[in-house]
């Protein structure tokens, strides 16, 4: 079992470090910064993998997310001087894989089928589907996004002087 | 600075740095620091003001008589975080070297000179990604396969229409319109035991992910307007490649959902 989990962790960092070296090259990412990047999205996206296992606490997806992006914040500014760049350079392409996409297309999804449905049994629960995809997904990006940026707030001198 | 045309310059010279900046994705914190660190190395005070679309900087010498304002329009540089760690170094360099004006504006130049990762780099790093995204969302190898293939035609696409300078909100409906369309094949063909997922992950890639965080960056900062605005085009770009994904599903005849 031990074993298992220690394939799932490896298999969820690698996919993620993957996304985010392929993400960082969209934004014209320096070359110098991918394997900052995609070994910061690996430990942030193993983190929230393996805080949200219900045999480790099985945390919320919201909180989960927040403090995975958290230690993504703390490691981009850790990292970011090293590498020379902002630390915002690193913690964007890290923080992509833990998009919450599928809550989102469920959002969508629902809000279509709302549409489509008028029969107030229906509507009513794809109204309820809208709302809890529509909120998680909100959420998880919201902490996400603040998560990672409380670092760079609280480390500021470090954080701005990456480039020096 | 000593006369009227230096402290023109000067204002000239970190409104282009700023715009710039701002272009490229910059936070408006770093737009900030930057520029005033550099102005201070330079001798002048200086005073900036970011909007949405252009950006305002006055710089002022000692004496309060020779000062010089400077508006610049927000450059069209689109994101570009190796522009953004360069000029952020810039104004170490100018600020810890004394780097004196006239190389600090040839150093600037060169910078702008500096050419984008290369077109296939992107191309083919981008679709692997989005087929490990595919992955992280729980999806199988078949399905990694159609996200690979639709995100190369559809981030191609998208490639070849902002080389012809098409509006960036048609490149993306149109981008996200042929990904989904192209991975819906995956659910008309039966192929693979999780098509749903590749059709929901195959437009991920455009999803504008760095005005999102930088809009949190710009709030935290009390940098509202900026914040508003950057949001704002982000909602604009997700709901333009949802049109495209529902606009893909809805010609090739899919059930909604």
């Known amino acids: 079992m031990c074993n298992d989990l220690l394939v799932n962790i490896f298999e969820d960092g690698l996919f993620a470090a993957i996304a985010a070296i392929g993400f960082s090259s969209i934004s014209n990412t320096p070359r110098r910064a991918y394997l900052t990047c995609a070994l910061i999205a690996a430990a942030g996206h193993s983190i929230r993998y393996v805080?949200?296992?219900p045999d480790f606490g099985g945390m919320n997806i919201i909180i989960s997310s927040t403090l995975a992006a958290f230690a993504i914040g703390i490691l981009a500014v850790l990292f970011a001087s090293r590498i020379k760049c902002p630390a915002e350079v690193c913690f964007f392409p890290a923080l992509l894989p833990m998009i919450p996409g599928m809550y989102a297309y469920r959002t969508v999804e629902a809000l279509i089928s709302c549409l489509c449905n008028t029969q107030e049994e229906t509507f009513r629960h794809y109204f309820y589907l809208l709302a809890y995809?529509?909120?998680?997904?909100t959420f998880i990006v919201l902490g996400m996004v603040v998560g990672a940026t409380i670092p760079v707030f609280m480390f500021k001198k470090l954080s701005f002087t990456a480039t020096r | 600075m000593t006369n009227n045309t230096d402290i023109h310059e000067v204002a000239s010279f970190l409104a282009d740095y700023a715009s710039h900046l701002l272009g490229c994705g910059a936070t408006c914190i770093r737009i900030e620091k930057n520029t005033h660190?550099?102005?201070e190395a330079f001798g002048v005070e200086s005073d900036i003001s970011i909007m949405p679309?252009?950006?305002y900087v006055t710089a002022c010498g000692k004496d309060a008589s020779h000062?010089?304002?400077a508006i610049r329009k927000t450059a069209s540089c689109g994101i570009n975080f190796n522009l953004n760690a360069r000029l952020s170094r810039?104004?170490?360099e100018v600020a810890d070297n004394r780097l004196d004006f006239a190389t600090a504006v040839k150093r600037f130049n060169k910078i702008l000179e500096t050419k984008p990762t290369g077109k296939w780099e992107v191309l083919f790093l981008t679709s692997f990604a989005n087929a490990a995204f595919c992955r992280l969302f729980g999806g199988d190898p078949s399905a990694m396969l159609i996200v690979?293939?639709?995100t190369l035609a559809g981030y191609r696409l998208k490639q070849?229409?902002?080389s012809d300078r098409r509006d960036v909100r048609l490149v993306f409906l149109c981008a996200s319109f042929f990904s989904a369309a192209l991975s819906a094949g995956g659910q008309l063909f039966g192929i693979g035991s999780t098509p749903e997922i590749a059709l929901g992950t195959s437009v991920l890639y455009l999803i504008p992910g760095v005005p999102y965080i930088n809009a949190v960056s710009d709030i935290i900062y009390k940098h509202y307007l900026c914040a508003f605005s950057r949001f704002a085009d982000a909602a604009v770009l997700t709901a333009c490649l949802t049109v495209g994904l529902c606009t893909g599903m809805l010609i090739l005849g899919l059930k909604w959902f």
């Open chain 1, 51 to 53: 805080i949200s296992l």
């Open chain 1, 133 to 137: 995809n529509g909120l998680t997904c």
């Open chain 2, 37 to 39: 660190r550099m102005a």
């Open chain 2, 53 to 55: 679309t252009h950006i």
């Open chain 2, 67 to 69: 000062n010089g304002v």
């Open chain 2, 90 to 92: 810039l104004s170490w």
């Open chain 2, 148 to 150: 690979f293939i639709s």
């Open chain 2, 160 to 162: 070849i229409m902002l």
